[in-house]
């Protein structure tokens, strides 16, 4: 059997001038260099509800499936009841009972991806660490090809995106960053449909950059409203701009530009090395602190400065308000339309029901994308939506 370091490093050189089309077959090819009988990439969908192989010119045979798994390789998975789902859900590597299937984790740094479905007479120790590797470069390859193929966009949705939803997430950064000692998720719902919210996150000189962004009304403009004050934000912040510099620079830019449009958000930032968290609230639900499994009360509540848009400029710069988190604390960010989704009977979601929801999950050894994952999945269950719902989860565990 070759080398596996010469076998993913011909894998990678072979794959500079290719398409998503082409990349199942070169990791079939390469699982099979390494001792496997096959080795098919799963994408999970926008809203993580069902997992979708890329294209496969050769089908292989299906012969080792679990019950819950379709019949035919080639068919979608749903993530929830699956084994798949299973690897997806935990992270974590997932075996059949005869040993002749597993399912390997795809993730982009903490950000899930998918899975590699591969088969084998048996799996060893050894075999197992080169399909994690296999697996590793793969999801490398299927995000280099993720902005610009077409391929890789439509195994990863389900249905038709409206033009201000195609805007906003063209804008968004991943859905989930992180280091060893931080972990910021978030979601964006409804995804196909979105209007006026938006989020971001991002790291850079040992801090955790934050925005979650609701703009007035659920059209093109609101979509436009979102994405202007995120590059707003972006461009004042790289620029070396305060908190309140961003608040004061989208204010600006949308009264000019997008007049009758307001916005609301929370614009905050972490010291990852100390804890400490700043933010300001323009107009917001205040975020919620969870520490050792309860909701602080009061911890993140302070009079809200004016939504965004009214064109007050530097007159009025909002307050940063401050606090210092402790190891395992995390912050929870969420626009209205989260607490404001109703059941059938008209009651709201509320922010009690939000916050359980939270804690009860992570009590429960989910990690917070999945947490966030099985939140929304409840309220699409159980709640309509009225408006965008986006919700923002922040955990800080030094090491």
Not at 95 to 116: F, H, K, N, Q, Y
Not at 340 to 345: C, G, K, L, M, V
Request: glycine residues 8%.
């Amino acid at each position: 059997m070759p080398n596996e370091d010469a076998v993913l490093s011909a894998l990678l050189a072979s794959s500079n001038r290719v398409t998503a089309a082409d990349i199942p077959a070169l990791i079939d090819e390469a699982g099979r260099k390494l001792g496997l009988s096959g080795a098919q990439v799963y994408l999970a969908d926008l809203q993580q509800a069902r997992l979708t192989p890329l294209v496969h010119p050769a089908p292989e045979t299906p012969s080792h499936n679990e019950p819950t798994d379709p019949s035919k390789p080639s068919e979608p998975i749903q993530i929830e009841g699956s084994m798949a789902g299973l690897a997806y859900r935990t992270q974590r590597t997932q075996r059949s009972r005869d040993d002749c299937t597993a399912w390997v984790p795809m993730i982009d740094g903490v950000e899930r991806v998918g899975v590699l479905r591969v088969t084998a007479p048996c799996f060893e120790d050894a075999l197992l660490e080169s399909c994690a590797a296999l697996s590793g470069l793969a999801t490398l390859l299927v995000m280099a090809k993720s902005s610009h193929d077409e391929l890789v966009v439509d195994r990863t949705r389900s249905r038709t995106m409206t033009t201000q939803a195609e805007l906003l997430w063209a804008f968004v950064p991943p859905r989930t960053i992180g280091t060893d000692d931080v972990t910021s998720t978030a979601i964006l719902e409804p995804a196909y449909e979105a209007g006026g919210d938006a989020f971001d996150h991002s790291l850079g000189d040992g801090v955790l950059h934050l925005a979650l962004l609701d703009a007035m009304g659920h059209d093109l403009a609101s979509g436009g409203a979102s994405a202007v004050a995120l590059g707003a934000s972006r461009a004042t912040r790289r620029a070396g701009g305060t908190l309140a510099d961003i608040a004061t620079t989208i204010d600006t830019t949308l009264s000019e530009w997008i007049p009758d449009r307001l916005l609301t958000a929370v614009i905050a930032r972490l010291d990852i090395a100390t804890g400490q968290f700043t933010w300001i609230n323009c107009g917001h639900p205040p975020p919620l602190l969870i520490r050792e499994g309860h909701v602080v009360p009061q911890a993140m509540e302070f009079p809200a400065y004016l939504p965004l848009g009214l064109g007050l400029g530097q007159a009025a710069a909002p307050d940063e308000h401050h606090i210092r988190l402790q190891p395992g604390d995390r912050v929870l960010l969420y626009s209205d339309g989260v607490t404001e989704a109703r059941t059938s009977d008209g009651s709201l979601f509320g922010e009690q029901r939000l916050a359980d929801s939270v804690i009860r999950s992570m009590a429960s050894g989910n990690a917070p994308p999945e947490t966030l994952r099985r939140l929304v999945r409840n309220l699409h269950e159980h709640h309509r939506l009225h408006d965008d719902a986006t919700i923002m989860l922040v955990r800080w565990h030094p090491h």
